[in-house]
RNA sequence: GCGCCCGUAGCUCAGCGGAUCAGAGUAUUGGCCUCCGAAGCCAAGGGUCGUGGGUUCGAAUCCCGCCGGGCGCGCCA
């Protein structure tokens, strides 16, 4: 790749020049205005102040000591950055290393096969998912997907609640709508769900003979009934998981009282009150966490705790967390439980990403109920108002932890202002030019690539070479919302393209090199789409 | 009150291991279809990067204060 061979010019120039200087961390940039060229350093800059020389003298010096074949002669601009325009053969060759991988492009197997795991969604099943599960479906699924395009191999895993008092009130509150009950009545039952979907379970409940007076047969309904509706609505989001993960099973093999003895002996944990505490407040945490409640159950944190030992020792040593920021203070609760353990867990194991709450906006007003849900906005509805792939492709693309608004008549029109047709009209473009072509795209693996001597066509190339690279940051930084803004960038660059030149002109030669080009724009269009699990479509 | 996150163009948001970083989309205005899809393209206007200090040759980016918003702060999960 022409980088490495700038990467290691440079390191040539330098052990000549600074050899004191030659370990320096060299970072290549590349410039947002193609003037700048392809690739940028500021090594100068850094150096000058250890060298205690004028950068800009630094940088002609190094520019001077450079060569290589496939970039021109670097120029120095600006306070001493240094700048390397790649030949035009160079830049192109892309186009053909797209057409050879495939749908492996901007794949890479850096992982080796070591284990990731992604853990999102975990929504109790005590209702339909609403929206911030969707944003966590779209964004946990997408990292996941970036995990495994770097070489990991990754498990999707979604942990449930299926034991503690949400489930209570659950069958508390379907109970009462099969009596008749509704809420607001005083025999409702205390903080009882009372959305529609609670009449819904009650009415199925009834009409497969179930007895009123049984809670354990209603809660095992309910369950059931709620986990076979939100794995419809996943499905409906083309999200699928490898493990679900049951809270209940952590309590059935040992694995709470395990954790509770493990800290007691290691002497983290103290009685007071009636209760038992652990000394979070040794591993940062601003007051220490009760562990045993006085009445003998145990807090929500230890079977967290169990489940991330479980996670350890299940050989993951790379965990990410999805989860609303509305969870945050349980990040070093379990942190410091993991540490008290002593099982030679890392500090900051796992890795969180945290994301804010949607705000869903249609015609101009907050929206926040849902018919179904009673109070929030489902994924379900939303799928329905603006169909799948807007809604991966919107709940994808903010940063997880800015705060999002949903702009349902955006992402409803199909038209114009709309990012994600954007990008598929795109890919429908260029295959509707292949369609009328109607020659075989294999012939184009050895197109004249030689004869594409535009602006375009060269800016075009720059940014199809930029796409590995914006996969493996993307992927370390657990940031989707690069790949939907690449995705937007080089859908608007081989918009204009388009714009501008024919595609299918007379010149055999310079005909098949535009087509090159664009079946790569197409294949790293569906590769990029298919990440973020939005469909690339042929027609629109 | 304490902790974490956020404040960038009218609106929705990128950029934040300092420089080549004042950006994109949208909205507004003006152009471009006899011609591979106008669901598109080209162009213009529009911002003291919340605010006040500090560090630096250089700050949207790093540090501190303040203002504004979000979320946490249970023997709930």
Not at 116 to 124: D, P
Not at 243 to 270: R, W
Not at 482 to 502: G, P
Request: aromatic share 10%.
């Amino acid at each position: 790749m022409s980088k490495t061979e700038i990467e290691s010019a440079l390191r040539r120039a330098l052990q000549r020049i600074a050899p004191e200087q030659a370990g320096a961390p060299i970072l290549l940039e590349r410039p947002k205005q193609a003037g700048h060229g392809d690739f940028s350093s500021n090594i100068a800059l850094q150096l000058a102040k250890h060298l205690k020389r004028n950068p800009r003298e630094l940088a002609q010096e190094i520019a001077s000591a450079l060569s290589g074949d496939g970039f021109e002669r670097p120029q120095v601009a600006g306070p001493g950055f240094i700048n390397f325009h790649l030949k035009s053969g160079a830049r192109l060759a892309v186009i053909r290393t797209v057409l050879e991988k495939g749908s492996r492009y901007g794949h890479s197997d850096a992982g080796k096969g070591t284990p990731v795991q992604v853990e999102f969604v975990s929504a109790n099943p005590t209702g339909p998912l609403h929206v911030g599960h969707g944003r966590q479906a779209a964004l946990g699924d997408a990292i996941a997907a970036l995990q495994e395009a770097q070489g990991h191999k990754v498990t999707r895993e979604f942990y449930y609640n299926d034991a503690g008092s949400q489930i209570d009130k659950l069958a508390w509150s379907v109970q009462a709508r099969a009596k008749g009950l509704r809420p607001g009545d005083a025999a409702w039952p205390e903080e009882g769900y009372a959305g529609e979907y609670i009449e819904d379970i009650a009415r199925d409940y009834k009409s497969t003979g179930g007895e009123l007076a049984e809670l354990d047969a209603i809660r095992r309904f309910a369950v059931d009934y709620l986990r076979a509706e939100q794995d419809l609505d996943l499905q409906a989001f083309g999200v699928k998981f490898d493990v679900y993960y049951l809270e209940s099973s952590l309590y059935t093999e040992g694995k709470v009282d395990a954790v509770v003895k493990g800290l007691a002996a290691n002497g983290k944990t103290y009685e007071k009150d009636g209760a038992l505490w652990l000394r979070t407040t040794d591993y940062g945490d601003d007051k220490d966490r009760v562990v045993r409640k006085s009445d003998g159950t145990y807090t929500y944190f230890v079977p967290d705790v169990a489940y991330h030992v479980t996670k350890w020792q299940r050989g993951f040593r790379r965990v990410i967390n999805v989860q609303g920021t509305d969870h945050h203070s349980t990040i070093t609760r379990v942190r410091a439980g993991l540490q008290a353990l002593g099982l030679g867990i890392p500090k900051d194991w796992p890795d969180y990403v945290l994301h804010s709450l949607v705000k869903v906006m249609r015609g101009g007003e907050e929206v926040k109920i849902s018919k179904r849900a009673g109070s929030y906005v489902t994924v379900r509805d939303l799928i329905d108002w603006v169909g799948r792939d807007a809604v991966r492709f919107f709940l994808v693309s903010r940063k997880a932890d800015s705060e999002f608004v949903f702009d349902v008549d955006l992402a409803r029109q199909k038209s114009d202002e709309n990012p994600v047709y954007y990008v598929q009209y795109a890919h429908a473009r260029v295959c509707s030019v292949f369609a009328q072509w109607g020659g075989d795209p294999a012939s184009l693996s050895h197109a004249p690539l030689e004869k594409l001597a535009s602006e375009r066509e060269s800016a075009l190339a720059r940014r199809l070479e930029e796409f590995p690279e914006m996969m493996a940051t993307a992927a370390r930084e657990a940031a989707p919302h690069d790949v939907a803004f690449y995705l937007r960038e080089l859908a608007a660059q081989f918009h204009s393209y388009y714009n501008a030149e024919r595609i299918l002109v007379e010149d055999e030669e310079l005909r098949s090199a535009r087509l090159a080009l664009c079946a790569a724009v197409r294949q790293t269009l569906a590769n990029g789409l298919s990440l973020i699990g939005v469909s690339a479509p042929e027609k629109m």
